[in-house]
């Protein structure tokens, strides 16, 4: 997706992006170690599915979508977090966690996605 004028678009991400990133911060301050990631990744996963069903402005979308889930969402921390656990000797543990965050990050965006369906 591209804004009708790419310095706005360019824009957006960043000022999403730097909000993403606060709220990342922010709840790592207050949740620790697997809970953060499973949260940041299942709640970015919902508003990241809202914001693509919804009729919002390309920079909207941009801002959102890819600025501030981008940087909210966690991905590398996500997989070290799973391949540290298994090294440790909870293969159990992470298969678990992975399987867990994924299929309630898909579960998330399909649910931001239908709600926005629903309400518009």
């Known amino acids: 997706m591209t804004a009708a004028n790419p310095l706005l678009g360019a824009v957006a991400v960043g000022l999403g992006g730097a909000a993403g990133a606060t709220c990342r911060h922010l709840i790592g301050l207050t949740v620790s170690g697997r809970r953060s990631l499973a949260a940041v990744n299942v709640l970015?996963?919902?508003?990241?599915?809202?914001?693509?069903?919804?009729?919002?402005?390309?920079?909207?979308?941009?801002?959102?979508?890819?600025?501030?889930?981008?940087?909210?969402?966690?991905?590398?921390?996500?997989?070290?977090?799973?391949?540290?656990?298994?090294?440790?000797?909870?293969?159990?543990?992470?298969?678990?966690?992975?399987?867990?965050?994924?299929?309630?990050?898909?579960?998330a965006a399909l649910l931001g996605s239908a709600a926005v369906a629903v309400a518009t």
Do not use: K, Y
């Open 44 to 107: 970015g996963s919902l508003v990241l599915g809202a914001v693509l069903a919804a009729p919002v402005d390309s920079a909207v979308a941009l801002g959102v979508g890819v600025g501030f889930c981008g940087a909210f969402t966690t991905f590398s921390s996500f997989a070290v977090e799973t391949v540290t656990t298994a090294e440790s000797g909870e293969a159990d543990v992470a298969v678990g966690f992975a399987l867990g965050v994924l299929l309630a990050a898909i579960g």
